[in-house]
């Protein structure tokens, strides 16, 4: 497992931007497959987005799709999640999740991933 550690939650407003940062203790950063995911006080975990160890494949849950922006950078082993237009319903903590992989995927499936940080808190609110 990969000891993961996310940043930039906090208070925003309807419109606003935010962005998370997801940094990682391990040697070669470049061979996980990263993903974030959310869950709100009531509700199931949700697949936020992900990217494969590359970054050439993104893949994005509905709900987001057009808003948010998953990103990586193996030199500094960060995984990025910019989110514009926040809405309400964005309000949830939000985990960063990796797994080592030998392909180019980035899994939309919770139970694909064995390392996951502590979350982060995101409240869109006015």
């Known amino acids: 497992q990969v000891h993961l550690v996310e940043s930039g939650g906090g208070l925003v407003k309807p419109g606003d931007s935010l962005r998370l940062s997801c940094t990682a203790s391990?040697?070669?950063?470049?061979?996980?497959?990263m993903g974030w995911f959310r869950q709100a006080p009531g509700k199931e975990r949700e697949f936020v987005a992900a990217?494969?160890?590359?970054?050439?494949?993104?893949n994005y849950g509905d709900s987001v799709k057009g808003r948010f922006t998953i990103s990586r950078d193996n030199a500094e082993k960060t995984v990025y999640l910019r989110m514009n237009s926040l809405k309400p319903e964005d309000t949830a903590v939000y985990y960063c999740?990796?797994?080592?992989?030998?392909?180019?995927?980035?899994?939309?499936?919770?139970?694909?991933?064995?390392?996951w940080g502590q979350g982060t808190q995101v409240t869109v609110s006015s």
């Open positions: 999740a990796g797994r080592h992989s030998v392909t180019g995927a980035a899994s939309t499936f919770f139970q694909q991933y064995d390392s």
């Open positions: 391990v040697p070669t950063f470049s061979d996980l497959m």
């Open positions: 990217i494969s160890r590359g970054g050439t494949v993104r």
